[in-house]
């Protein structure tokens, strides 16, 4: 394991995250998948703390991978279903909290579509001046930091198996195709691979990505029109990004893509003509990928629409696709993070 101290509590965001701590992360997580691989897969790290899975939305990479991975930490594990629980019988949502805390949870993984949730029990917990870690799994259309983080981890382990760190992506083009507007992993995304140095290209119709959208990744804004959070993010360096209401030039010479889903359970407007026609013109098939660098790789964090932001053979070719290989760095990525926001608790 890595050596570096970490003295991150929470992890909400990865709007400030350092090199360090995006390379302690990768480091961790490489550690990890070298002991998913074996015939025993857990380890005794996390033993006799309790992480509980606060989901108030639907998931299912996401909840399950947390679930996997604190069970290979030997984590005792308590999930939460807002349609079963209290909150029916109008509970609200820091009540709830504090009832995990009361059974002694040690760490809350919590996904709300509301923006800025986790970071309210976060600060909640801090207030109460409890040891309780939390670990944002998708706050509304904030941000998404263990995504972000496992893709990041997917595209290094490709390029370096044995020593993945953020430094290789520098001068790398990586292209974000899709429902940029209303994705959470954007954000995520755009914070960490801009920090490695890499060139990032976001391409979408107008209508899901403004031409202001740029801006918030910009210190000299304040005061983001975007609806991203309730709450103030730390000044960081100018990010410059490439945007595109056309595919091909956030394409040509890319040497990863990434897809998103089109979010039509956030959209309160007709937004695109048809899914056809967007899969028409923004939709990442063979034939588009021929702009892109020969050995490119196409990533998407899932759900997938198939025939909609990816051709169905392409997704399931593994000569392109790395969509699996997102799915398994998830849970090693998960552990990761489980640990080193937990170890210092035991």
């Known amino acids: 394991m890595p050596t570096t101290t970490w003295n991150r509590h929470h992890i909400l965001s990865l709007a400030d995250f350092t090199a360090v701590e995006y390379d302690t992360v990768l480091q961790t997580a490489a550690s990890f998948q070298e002991v998913l691989s074996r015939r025993t897969k857990k380890v005794p790290t996390l033993q006799g703390q309790v992480v509980a899975n606060l989901f108030f939305e639907p998931s299912t990479r996401t909840r399950s991978s947390f679930e996997i991975a ?3 930490l030997s984590a005792d594990t308590l999930n939460f279903a807002a349609s079963t629980s209290s909150m029916t019988k109008g509970e609200t949502i820091l009540d709830t909290a ?14 709300h579509r509301e923006a800025g ?5 976060a600060q909640e917990m801090d207030r109460l001046g409890v040891r309780v870690s939390v670990l944002n799994a998708g706050d509304g259309q904030h941000e998404h930091p263990s995504q972000g983080l496992l893709d990041l981890f ?19 083009k990586i292209a974000i195709v899709g429902d940029i507007l209303h994705s959470r992993v954007a954000r995520s ?3 960490s691979l801009t920090a490695s140095g890499a060139e990032v290209h976001l391409a979408a119709p107008p209508t899901l990505l403004p031409k202001f959208f740029a801006d918030y990744f910009s210190e000299e804004t304040t005061n983001s029109p975007i609806p991203i959070a309730p709450y103030p993010q730390p000044p960081v360096p100018h990010r410059p990004l ?19 889903r089109l979010q039509k359970e956030r959209m309160t407007t007709h937004l695109l003509p048809s899914l056809r026609e967007y899969h028409q013109l923004f939709g990442i098939t063979r034939h588009k990928l021929t702009l892109c660098q020969p050995d ?11 025939g909609v932001e990816i051709s169905s053979d392409l997704m399931d070719d593994p000569e392109f696709s790395l969509i699996q290989s997102q799915v ?8 990761a993070l489980l640990y080193l926001i937990g170890s210092g608790k035991v």
């Open 70 to 72: 604190a069970k290979r």
């Open 242 to 260: 490439f945007l595109h209401w056309q595919l091909e030039p956030a394409l040509r010479d890319a040497d990863f893509v990434m897809t998103l």
């Open 98 to 111: 504090k009832t995990y805390l009361a059974m002694g949870t040690d760490i809350m993984v919590i996904r």
């Open 328 to 335: 398994t760095s998830g849970v090693a990525v998960r552990m």
């Open 296 to 306: 490119v790789k196409v990533l998407h964090p899932g759900p997938v629409n198939r």
């Open 117 to 121: 949730v986790p970071n309210a029990i």
């Open 189 to 191: 995304n755009i914070w």
């Open 154 to 172: 997917t595209i290094c382990t490709l390029i370096d198996p044995a020593n993945p760190r953020i430094e290789l992506l520098k001068g790398k």
